[in-house]
């Protein structure tokens, strides 16, 4: 049953009639909810299924396992589109970006993967999502740009460390990491800079600063599908 048809019933039940007594009045011309909800759930141009469904005769089907729903790779998993172990899933463009790389949008919409681009504060400035080191929606990795210039996609582990260099945190950690200037009252250091993971990995279990304390994690909140062009 389509909108129309349900708009021209509700009116004959009363100009002030409620939703729901007309609802009742259609259950009893034999056509209920169940047939208002079904017209709802149809799918069109201005309403997409997802990529790992299609729209047929306005109704969302699912894909076969393998189908391909994005560029560079992108494969249908049950409900998902999944990307190489190495890429990440821009669902804007749709395609699978290179791990390293961010998705950018442009102001007419269009998509597509780039280099992460320099985030210059990371309290401020938005920190586009650069890859995922991990099934879970939190497991992101975002760009981050260090005192030196130097941006990397960073799985956003971190200490509290007065440092200078980047080689000062990756001597702290023992793995590759880099020195960024952060507020304190955004970090919540006592110190204006922290060292933070320079790859798109999860650390070791017990994996701790040089000083022996457990890594934090930036929030996730903070980083963005998607940077601007």
């Keep these: 049953m389509d909108q129309i048809r349900f708009d021209r019933l509700a009116r004959m039940v009363g100009g002030r009639?409620?939703?729901?007594?007309?609802?009742?009045?259609?259950?009893g011309a034999g056509l209920g909810i169940a047939g208002v909800d079904e017209a709802a759930?149809?799918?069109?141009?201005n309403k997409p299924c997802g990529l790992c469904k299609r729209c047929r005769n306005g109704r969302c089907e699912k894909r076969?396992?393998?189908?391909?729903?994005?560029?560079?790779?992108?494969?249908?998993?049950?409900?998902?589109?999944?990307?190489?172990?190495d890429a990440w899933l821009c669902k804007q463009a749709p395609a699978c970006c290179d791990t390293g790389q961010a998705c950018f949008v442009d102001v007419f919409g269009a998509a597509g993967c780039g280099a992460c681009p320099v985030v210059g504060d990371l309290c401020v400035d938005d920190v586009p999502q650069c890859g995922q080191f991990g099934p879970e929606v939190f497991e992101v990795c975002g760009c981050v740009t260090s005192v030196e210039g130097?941006?990397?996609c960073s799985s956003?582990?971190?200490?509290?460390?007065?440092?200078?260099?980047?080689?000062?945190?990756t001597d702290a950690f023992g793995v590759p990491a880099v020195c960024l200037?952060?507020?304190a009252e955004c970090s919540g250091c006592d110190s204006s800079t922290i060292c933070m993971t320079?790859?798109?990995?999860?650390?070791?279990?017990?994996?701790?600063?040089?000083?022996?304390?457990?890594?934090?994690?930036?929030?996730?909140?903070?980083?963005?599908?998607?940077?601007?062009?």
Excluded at 220 to 228: E, F, L
């Design 17 to 27: 009639a409620s939703r729901r007594a007309a609802l009742v009045a259609l259950a």
């Design 41 to 45: 759930a149809k799918c069109g141009r």
């Design 64 to 85: 076969k396992n393998g189908s391909i729903c994005a560029v560079d790779g992108g494969m249908c998993q049950g409900k998902k589109c999944i990307c190489p172990s």
């Design 150 to 152: 130097r941006t990397v």
């Design 156 to 169: 956003g582990f971190f200490d509290c460390v007065d440092c200078a260099t980047d080689q000062d945190c």
């Design 181 to 183: 200037s952060v507020a």
């Design 198 to 229: 320079a790859t798109c990995e999860a650390p070791l279990a017990g994996a701790a600063s040089g000083r022996g304390r457990a890594l934090k994690r930036w929030p996730r909140s903070r980083i963005t599908p998607t940077a601007s062009r």
